[in-house]
T-cell receptor, first 111, second 118 residues
Framework: KNQVEQSPQSLIILEGKNCTLQ??????????LRWYKQDTGRGPVSLTI?????NTKSNGRYTATLDADTKQSSLHITASQLSDSASYIC??????????FGTGTRLKVLA | GAVVSQHPSRVICKSGTSVKIECRSL??????MFWYRQFPKKSLMLMAT?????????EQGVEKDKFLINHASLTLSTLTVTSAHPEDSSFYIC??????????????FGEGSRLTVL
């Protein structure tokens, strides 16, 4: 069964600290993997999109990694800010227009 | 970047009435759009896949007659919650797939619609 699991389920960190969110998947065939940020009461916004051949991709303070062999991805947030408080969702694409959503990680950044 | 517009952002209605939510892709043609429902502190739950010019594909457990989906053009999909009841109160989000990036395209989300049924 195609699944996307994220950990931790929730995370609280202090402003300025770094953190890493994990995404493990068992989706096949694999097309690409995306990380989204969803603020409360808003729609998800894309952070990164990674294809099979990409290992690392950065978007400002966000850096995503992908290990297609172990089927793991991580999202690293550097120098966290209060505005980083949100849910982060990992989405893996299985072929044509088929997306498997992770359960998300709720991040809270405290001052 | 591509923009997906969702309207209305908030709607309050009486029990028994029907509510229509629109999802528009503003700068690209989307042959495929998706509708999700999201409960508090939970991830998005796919309700149905909307294909332009054909019937929507509903996920297991989603009532077709309850949640009517119409994808009449390449830029517009609508979700109508018929005879709404308080248990239908939720956050509904749409997404549109922009062709490119291999076989799955890029996925852009609307801002969501908060439905409250009194």
């Amino acid at each position: 069964k195609n699944q996307v699991e994220q950990s931790p389920q929730s995370l609280i960190i202090l402003e300025g600290k770094n953190c890493t969110l994990q995404c493990n998947y068992t989706v096949s065939p694999f097309s690409n993997l995306r990380w989204y940020k969803q603020d409360t009461g808003r729609g998800p916004v894309s952070l990164t999109i990674m294809t099979f051949s990409e290992n690392t991709k950065s978007n400002g303070r966000y850096t995503a990694t992908l290990d297609a062999d172990t089927k793991q991805s991580s999202l690293h947030i550097t120098a966290s800010q209060l505005s980083d408080s949100a849910s982060y969702i990992c989405v893996v694409s299985e072929g044509t227009y088929k997306y498997i959503f992770g359960t998300g990680t709720r991040l809270k950044v405290l001052a | 970047g591509a923009v997906v517009s969702q309207h209305p952002s908030r709607v309050i209605c009486k029990s028994g009435t029907s509510v229509k939510i629109e999802c528009r892709s503003l700068d690209f043609q989307a042959t495929t759009m998706f509708w999700y429902r999201q409960f508090p502190k939970k991830s998005l739950m796919l309700m149905a896949t909307s294909n332009e010019g054909s019937k929507a594909t509903y996920e297991q457990g989603v009532e077709k007659d309850k949640f009517l989906i119409n994808h009449a053009s390449l830029t517009l999909s609508t979700l109508t919650v018929t005879s709404a009841h308080p248990e239908d109160s939720s956050f509904y989000i749409c997404s549109a797939s922009k062709p490119g990036l291999g076989s799955s395209g890029e996925l852009f989300f609307g801002e969501g619609s908060r439905l409250t049924v009194l």
